[in-house]
């Protein structure tokens, strides 16, 4: 093989090697930042949903029922509210709400909500009058649940668990317990469980 042969193949190599190393440090690179960012649509209670929704800042205290009324249907409302989301909680959260999957107007993970499934909550607020007695048991649940109420403050989310709580108690004869234990799974406060 002559020198210019040599040089030739020489070339080619370091060019395929470099080729190589820039394009997979790329797709790397890609990967990793996938997994520190998250994924929106991955299952929710998973590392990768908790990496997306933990940096999203659409739920704060200062959101009310007007302004979510005003969305589209399909707008997501996001992340945490108060406290920075811990994944221990968040996926004992996600774990927890399973017992209620045969509700649909349940929300199957407190930090992912759509603004159609908080209008659908609305709607049992403004229409379900409680009697005396189920007042009272609404009542109970918020002196034992973990927020004092169905959040930590009269926000968006406040209105949203009222309601279904209302749905609850109404319909279906939830006694205060079993209001108490949804609000503390379904908190969109952020932090350690039992934080409150």
């Not at 040599?6 to 395929?16: R, W, Y």
């Not at 470099?18 to 960012?37: I, M």
């Not at 589209?72 to 959260?93: F, H, V, W």
């Not at 609000?183 to 934080?195: I, K, N, Q, T, Y």
């Amino acid at each position: 093989m002559n020198t210019r042969s040599l040089l030739i193949l020489l070339l080619v190599a370091v060019i395929g090697i470099s080729g190589y190393l820039v394009f997979g440090w790329e797709k790397s690179t890609n990967v990793q930042e996938s997994a520190v960012l998250g994924n929106a649509n991955a299952s929710a209670g998973s590392d990768e949903k908790f990496a997306y929704l933990v940096r999203q800042t659409s739920s704060s205290c200062g959101l009310q029922r007007q302004t979510v009324l005003g969305y589209p249907d399909e707008q997501r409302i996001q992340g945490s509210c108060c406290n920075k989301m811990d994944l221990t909680a968040y996926q004992k959260q996600v774990e927890g709400l399973k017992k209620y999957k045969d509700f649909s107007f349940i929300p199957k993970d407190s930090y992912d909500t759509s603004a159609k499934e908080a209008k659908v909550a609305y709607g049992f607020l403004d229409s379900i009058i409680l009697t005396a007695g189920e007042q009272k048991i609404y009542n109970d649940a918020m002196k034992i649940s973990h927020e004092g109420g169905p959040c930590c403050c009269k926000c968006w989310h406040w209105d949203v668990y009222e309601g279904i709580a209302k749905k609850m108690i109404a319909d279906y004869g939830w006694n205060a317990e079993q209001i108490a234990e949804l609000w503390d799974l379904s908190e969109g406060c952020g932090g350690p469980l039992e934080h409150g």
